[in-house]
């Protein structure tokens, strides 16, 4: 193989070790928030252990009737991150527990 | 206190502003910046905007109830010019208000609103081109995106605006807080737990007890100041009825209504952002305050149409302007001087009233309750008179 195609080659396995880099942290990444501010400021207010999450205790102190921590861990983690404070806000009807059941 | 900061030498800007109102129905002044038992501010994202602010800390409303406080808002007029004390005659139609004199001087002018007594039923709308009331005592997280919408048309329109927005967050039931809940009050697991989601609850208290057999059918929603107490009378009847109250039901109930200022600034803090995010040099000129407060058994009772003490008069109010200094001022001022205030930013003509940044140590601020019964405050302190 000669000088230049080695370097083509070197060149081109470089190129693809960087698109899957890309990818990666593409599908590493949690999705970015829609209202980053007041999320995370929210988040900070509530996170008083300070780990960047939020459990069941920092949220509701105890599971209100309707069992809500389900509807708000989407991903079943026990905790929620950022992304799920904000869907939990902004799409969760804040009215839902008036309809809880007794 | 701090004494007068403030700014003064507010000039008219060369181009006709736009102007976002935000009303927090419902939200006592002591909330804002309120730190909970961690010692984080309960209104962080209003926090911010009050640091570029002037942020009024003696305002009061003029009424305290939702209905008659924001008409005396529109109109800078009190509820008894209004036709306040006969619903059947209250009417802000013929009245200039904000919206119909901001139309005449070019602006285009638009709410949204959350039901209630708010909705287009009531005749609020007057002078907006578009008028928009969603669900009925609804949240900020229903308003909200739709007035981030409506930013973008207004921006397409060429024209300055006026977009007014408002949400029922903190307004009693208080679970509107939703996923915050109880997150004031974590590990409570009293009475009031499973009763607070009942929406009437809150209707049931009294003193340091609760009457659960007390029925909404029973509640007289008018009742003021001086006018027979139904629940009152009704406890005073069924004394086997009262259920005490512990300092931690009283806990977790004010609680609530925190959980519900910290869910209401959430949102208005997506929504301060979205202008942002379409004016990065914040030239809109942003008010955001609250029509009344909240008794919340600072004086016996749950609610605020039934007092005119300032627990149900004192309300928050930021002014963020090009031209204005931030600052405090602790001076008296009334929410009947946005009106004129915003007029005279906007450019358009003089409207009746006094301007918040003008203010006068000597001046009375009225308050009327819905039964036509008024308190008059001073530098001095407050009187009350009983309705005629």
Same mark, same amino acid.
């Not at chain 2, 057999?213 to 629940?231: E, I, N, Y």
């Not at chain 2, 963020?320 to 205030?341: M, Y």
């Given at each position: 193989?000669?000088?230049?195609?080695?370097?083509?080659?070197?060149?081109?396995?470089?190129?693809?070790?960087?698109?899957?880099?890309?990818?990666?942290?593409?599908?590493?990444?949690?999705?970015?928030?829609?209202?980053?501010?007041?999320?995370?400021?929210?988040?900070?207010?509530?996170?008083?252990?300070?780990?960047?999450?939020?459990?069941?205790?920092?949220?509701?102190?105890?599971?209100?009737?309707?069992?809500?921590?389900?509807?708000?861990?989407?991903?079943?983690?026990?905790?929620?991150?950022?992304?799920?404070?904000?869907?939990?806000?902004?799409?969760?009807?804040?009215?839902?527990?008036?309809?809880?059941?007794? | 206190?701090?004494?007068?900061?403030?700014?003064?030498?507010?000039?008219?800007?060369?181009?006709?502003?736009?102007?976002?109102?935000?009303?927090?129905?419902?939200?006592?002044?002591?909330?804002?910046?309120?730190?909970?038992?961690?010692?984080?501010?309960?209104?962080?994202?209003?926090?911010?905007?009050?640091?570029?602010?002037?942020?009024?800390?003696?305002?009061?409303?003029?009424?305290?109830?939702?209905?008659?406080?924001?008409?005396?808002?529109?109109?800078?007029?009190?509820?008894?010019?209004? &036709?306040?004390? !006969? #619903?059947?005659?209250?009417?802000? $139609?013929?009245? @200039?208000?904000? +919206?119909?004199? %901001?139309?005449? /001087?070019?602006?285009?002018?638009?709410?949204?609103?959350?039901?209630?007594?708010?909705?287009?039923?009531?005749?609020?709308?007057?002078?907006?081109?578009?008028?928009?009331?969603?669900?009925?005592?609804?949240?900020?997280?229903?308003?909200?995106?739709?007035?981030?919408?409506?930013?973008?048309?207004?921006?397409?329109?060429?024209?300055?605006?006026?977009?007014?927005?408002?949400?029922?967050?903190?307004?009693?039931?208080?679970?509107?807080?939703?996923?915050?809940?109880?997150?004031?009050?974590?590990?409570?697991?009293?009475?009031?737990?499973?009763?607070?989601?009942?929406?009437?609850?809150?209707?049931?208290?009294?003193?340091?007890?609760?009457?659960?057999?007390?029925?909404?059918?029973?509640?007289?929603?008018?009742?003021?100041? &001086?006018?027979? !107490? #139904?629940?009152?009378?009704?406890? $005073?009847?069924? @004394?086997?009825? +009262?259920?005490? %109250?512990?300092? /931690?039901?009283?806990?977790?109930?004010?609680?609530?209504?925190?959980?519900?200022?910290?869910?209401?600034?959430?949102?208005?803090?997506?929504?301060?952002?979205?202008?942002?995010?379409?004016?990065?040099?914040?030239?809109?000129?942003?008010?955001?305050?609250?029509?009344?407060?909240?008794?919340?058994?600072?004086?016996?009772?749950?609610?605020?149409?039934?007092?005119?003490?300032?627990?149900?008069?004192?309300?928050?109010?930021?002014?963020?302007?090009?031209?204005?200094?931030?600052?405090?001022?602790?001076?008296?001022?009334?929410?009947?001087?946005?009106?004129?205030?915003?007029?005279?930013?906007?450019?358009?003509?003089?409207?009746?009233?006094?301007?918040?940044?003008?203010?006068?140590?000597?001046?009375?601020?009225?308050?009327?309750?819905?039964?036509?019964?008024?308190?008059?405050?001073? $530098?001095?302190?407050?009187?009350?008179?009983?309705?005629?």
């Amino acid at each position: 193989m000669s000088r230049a195609s080695l370097a083509e080659a070197g060149l081109a396995l470089t190129l693809a070790a960087v698109a899957l880099a890309m990818a990666a942290a593409r599908l590493s990444s949690p999705a970015p928030l829609h209202h980053p501010g007041p999320t995370l400021t929210l988040l900070h207010a509530l996170d008083r252990d300070g780990n960047g999450l939020l459990n069941a205790d920092e949220l509701e102190g105890r599971e209100p009737p309707g069992q809500p921590w389900p509807r708000l861990d989407l991903d079943g983690s026990g905790s929620l991150d950022a992304r799920e404070l904000e869907v939990a806000m902004t799409s969760l009807d804040p009215t839902w527990l008036l309809r809880a059941p007794p | 206190m701090t004494p007068l900061l403030l700014l003064l030498g507010c000039e008219p800007p060369a181009a006709a502003p736009n102007i976002l109102v935000v009303s927090i129905d419902t939200l006592r002044a002591d909330r804002l910046g309120k730190l909970d038992t961690h010692g984080r501010s309960l209104t962080p994202n209003l926090d911010a905007l009050a640091a570029g602010a002037a942020t009024f800390t003696a305002a009061y409303s003029a009424a305290n109830e939702t209905l008659y406080a924001h008409a005396a808002l529109f109109t800078g007029q009190l509820p008894s010019r209004l &036709g306040g004390g !006969d #619903p059947a005659h209250f009417s802000i $139609a013929g009245q @200039p208000t904000l +919206a119909s004199v %901001l139309r005449g /001087a070019g602006y285009r002018t638009e709410a949204v609103v959350a039901g209630g007594h708010l909705a287009p039923e009531f005749g609020l709308g007057v002078g907006f081109d578009r008028y928009a009331s969603g669900r009925d005592f609804g949240s900020f997280q229903q308003t909200v995106p739709l007035a981030i919408t409506r930013l973008d048309s207004l921006g397409a329109s060429g024209q300055p605006w006026l977009l007014f927005v408002h949400g029922y967050d903190v307004h009693a039931p208080y679970v509107t807080g939703g996923p915050l809940f109880s997150s004031e009050t974590p590990g409570y697991d009293g009475p009031l737990a499973g009763a607070s989601l009942v929406p009437w609850t809150f209707e049931t208290l009294l003193g340091d007890s609760r009457y659960p057999g007390f029925t909404p059918a029973a509640v007289d929603r008018s009742a003021a100041p &001086g006018a027979p !107490d #139904p629940l009152a009378a009704w406890a $005073a009847a069924h @004394p086997e009825e +009262a259920l005490p %109250l512990v300092p /931690a039901d009283v806990a977790f109930l004010r609680g609530q209504y925190d959980a519900a200022a910290r869910q209401a600034d959430f949102h208005v803090g997506v929504l301060l952002e979205a202008l942002h995010a379409r004016d990065p040099e914040d030239n809109t000129v942003v008010v955001v305050l609250s029509d009344h407060g909240e008794d919340l058994l600072d004086h016996g009772r749950v609610g605020h149409r039934h007092s005119l003490t300032d627990e149900t008069l004192h309300v928050p109010l930021l002014v963020r302007a090009p031209g204005v200094v931030a600052g405090r001022t602790d001076t008296l001022v009334s929410l009947l001087d946005v009106f004129p205030t915003l007029a005279a930013l906007a450019g358009a003509p003089r409207a009746e009233g006094a301007s918040l940044f003008a203010p006068d140590p000597d001046r009375s601020v009225i308050s009327e309750s819905a039964a036509g019964e008024r308190s008059v405050r001073t $530098a001095q302190g407050r009187h009350h008179e009983a309705a005629p």
